[in-house]
T-cell receptor, first 114, second 113 residues
Framework: EAGVAQSPRYKIIEKRQSVAFWCNPI?????LYWYQQILGQGPKLLIQ????????DSQLPKDRFSAERLKGVDSTLKIQPAKLEDSAVYLC????????????FGEGSRLTVL | GNSVTQMEGPVTLSEEAFLTINCTYT??????LFWYVQYPGEGLQLLLK?????DKGSNKGFEATYRKETTSFHLEKGSVQVSDSAVYFC????????????FGSGTKLNVKP
């Protein structure tokens, strides 16, 4: 069974530029999450989707971050314009449903903002 | 609110030493508790879990017991190996908040030969 796929693995941009990350969850997983992991910290939830609807985006900085999951399968996270403090690893995870209790993570996309 | 506190690292041990990584939590209701492990350059992967009080989760020689009275879920292993070197995250999730996970800050374990 294929795991959670993310791309790109690494991205270096200058501040004020834009960047997009893509995630394809495990087949059949209805719930998809985007986490931000700053060096030395635990993952912080940015947004959670159930199929193509948003369950929780309370921690998403909506002035610069956006995310979509239009067909309820893969998802894109965009940052525009990027700030230095956005340097982090962006982790995508999926779970079978809202109450299944286990997350499956991708390898992450490391963003460096110069 | 919900939160997880785990001991700061790094923790450095010699091979075959005993490992304990402390984790305590604050939660409303009755959460499920997890330990995730992150090897260098990889994503997080589930190590073990416990879904109710007094449950013991175990995997690959690691174990942790869900202690409701002390709100703790300490990770233990009797004899660590060099291959156990990684970052360990304690986490909780409540079934009444749509499976939202709260992670601790992580504890880096270095095992020396």
């Amino acid at each position: 069974e294929a795991g959670v796929a993310q791309s790109p693995r690494y991205k270096i941009i200058e501040k004020r530029q834009s960047v997009a990350f893509w995630c394809n969850p495990i087949s059949g997983h209805a719930t998809l999450y985007w986490y931000q992991q700053i060096l030395g910290q635990g993952p912080k939830l940015l947004i959670q989707f159930q199929n193509n609807g948003v369950v929780d985006d309370s921690q998403l900085p909506k002035d610069r971050f956006s995310a979509e999951r239009l067909k309820g399968v893969d998802s894109t996270l965009k940052i525009q314009p990027a700030k230095l403090e956005d340097s982090a690893v962006y982790l995508c995870a999926s779970s079978l449903a809202l109450y299944t209790g286990e997350l499956f993570f991708g390898e992450g996309s490391r963003l460096t903002v110069l | 609110g919900n939160s997880v506190t785990q001991m700061e690292g790094p923790v450095t041990l010699s091979e075959e030493a005993f490992l304990t990584i402390n984790c305590t939590y604050t939660a409303t209701g009755y959460p499920s508790l997890f330990w995730y492990v992150q090897y260098p350059g990889e994503g997080l992967q589930l190590l073990l879990k416990a879904t109710k009080a007094d449950d013991k989760g175990s995997n690959k020689g690691f174990e942790a017991t869900y202690r409701k009275e002390t709100t703790s879920f300490h990770l233990e292993k009797g004899s660590v190996q060099v291959s156990d070197s990684a970052v360990y995250f304690c986490a909780l999730s409540g079934r009444y908040n749509f499976n939202k996970f709260y992670f601790g800050s992580g504890t880096k374990l270095n095992v020396k030969p």
